[in-house]
């Protein structure tokens, strides 16, 4: 029942925000209204069509740069896959998540609760120095504390919970989901980066999707920042890379081309970070996944070998790449360092002040890096509780690496994601949460397999675990 009702309140909640945006959003309210109906008539099959929404927002996540008149079809298609699971199956349909999720959650709640009933001082919210992408000076809140703090809450509990229950859900419907999902992020996230890459030689085909105008050279692929693509292609550059290793045909040849995707979208992004990022997270998946484990001295030789000869030989190449990575090639950097100096000393600032649990959570969109914000928006509170969330993520997939090569694709995003955290500032975005979903769907399915003597790795695997209830 409790299910029940906080999927109810998540539809109302994103009727009321439809209906509040003006003739774009009643006509998308409208158009989810006529969804229903078509289902409810055509008799269709909730549970398959949860799992194909559970598909769909996996490979979508990625894009937070697309809207749909005032929401993410991402976003939206997490919560139409809980329906649909649950109308198709009441009793059966998910499972509670680890206790690494649950305290995650909890805790982001407390967190909103706190800072409601005892808001930071109004004074020194009013003096703080707020910076927008831009570097321009900008509110320093979003609307009142109150609805800001459980706006961001709400989407913080949908990334860290309702994602992964989500996933598992559609992991019980059909077993083979677990891959499809992996398949899924991985390929949404390489053709935004392919996207990227053929901007940054001249088309416009990102800004067809999201009609936001590039950052300077910087392409954006379909998020809404250069640093949104470079976090979601380094990901995807995990899953890009465990399905080259795959025995599937298909398989291959799509992680090829998410691959060159992955890579081409982080370079066309211009995000440090990002670049160094991406380099690690291969360098892990070559030394974790066991196909490649025993050749990493000879990978890791043929890359040194192909970078000393583009030294060597074309030197204006490797010119190129670190000036448009910004990593040198006289590039000038210094604005945007300002202004991660700037907010980052805001966030230390912001955590000095209310170290216990931060000053709210309507700031954590402002610091320059995931750990500021974590410290500043929810104190040690929400630190601690997203450093444990993202242990037990990482002992959970390692436990499960040397049985299933996702594990090992998983456990290199989990891992890289640590890294991330220093140079982005992606907290609140449910892209960033998917590996531990997916891997929660993994060891979650795979628990129920053995348990019925079936194979323990439900990404190998096809037919279904649990026959698909219908909602006739």
Not at 249 to 270: D, F, K, P, Q, T
Request: net charge positive; proline share 4%; hydrophobic share 55%.
């Amino acid at each position: 029942m409790l299910a029940v009702a906080l999927l109810l309140a998540a539809v109302l909640a994103l009727e009321t925000l439809g209906l509040n945006s003006g003739t774009t959003g009643t006509v998308l309210v409208a158009i989810l209204a006529a969804i229903a109906v078509t289902v409810v008539a055509l008799r269709i099959d909730l549970a398959r069509a949860g799992l194909a929404a559970a598909v769909a927002a996996a490979f979508t996540l990625t894009w937070n740069g697309w809207y749909v008149g005032p929401l993410r079809p991402g976003d939206v298609l997490v919560l139409l896959s809980l329906l649909c699971l649950l109308l198709a199956n009441p009793n059966g349909a998910f499972r509670t998540p680890p206790w690494w999720v649950k305290q995650l959650a909890v805790l982001v709640l407390v967190v909103a609760a706190v800072n409601i009933y005892f808001p930071p001082d109004p004074l020194y919210l009013a003096n703080r120095v707020v910076l927008n992408a831009t570097g321009q000076i900008s509110q320093s809140t979003k609307g009142s504390l109150v609805s800001a703090n459980l706006g961001v809450a709400f989407k913080f509990v949908v990334a860290v919970a309702a994602l992964p229950m989500a996933f598992v859900g559609a992991a019980r419907v059909d077993r083979r989901a677990v891959r499809w999902l992996a398949v899924s992020f991985g390929a949404g996230a390489g053709l935004s980066g392919l996207v990227a890459t053929a901007d940054h030689f001249g088309t416009d085909l990102g800004r067809l999707v999201t009609h936001v105008p590039n950052v300077a050279s910087r392409q954006l692929g379909f998020s809404d920042h250069p640093n949104f693509l470079a976090a979601g292609a380094t990901l995807g550059a995990a899953f890009a890379f465990w399905m080259l290793l795959s025995d599937v045909r298909w398989e291959r040849l799509l992680g090829v081309a998410s691959l060159l995707g992955c890579v081409g979208g982080v370079y066309a992004s211009g995000s440090r970070g990002g670049a160094v990022c991406v380099v690690a997270v291969l360098a892990l998946s070559v030394v974790i996944q066991k196909r490649t484990r025993g050749h990493t001295p000879t990978i890791a030789l043929a890359g040194l070998f192909a970078a000393g000869v583009v030294v060597a030989f074309v030197p204006s190449l490797g010119a190129t790449i670190l000036r448009v990575t910004r990593l040198a090639g006289g590039v000038a950097t210094e604005g945007s360092d300002s202004v991660r100096a700037i907010v980052g000393a805001q966030g230390v600032r912001d955590f000095y002040h209310s170290p216990i649990h931060g000053i709210g959570l309507q700031v954590s969109f402002d610091a320059s890096q995931v750990y500021l914000q974590e410290l500043a928006s929810g104190g040690l509170i929400l630190f601690t509780a997203m450093s444990l969330y993202m242990l037990g993520a990482i002992l959970t997939a390692a436990r499960r690496m040397h049985t299933s090569p996702l594990a090992g694709a998983l456990l290199a995003a989990l891992l890289i994601t640590l890294a991330l955290n220093v140079f982005e500032a992606d907290l609140t975005d449910r892209f960033y949460y998917v590996p531990a979903a997916i891997l929660i769907a993994l060891v979650q399915v795979g628990d129920q397999n053995r348990a019925d003597g079936g194979p323990a790795d439900p990404a190998t695997t096809t037919g279904e675990l649990l026959p698909a209830r219908s909602s006739r």
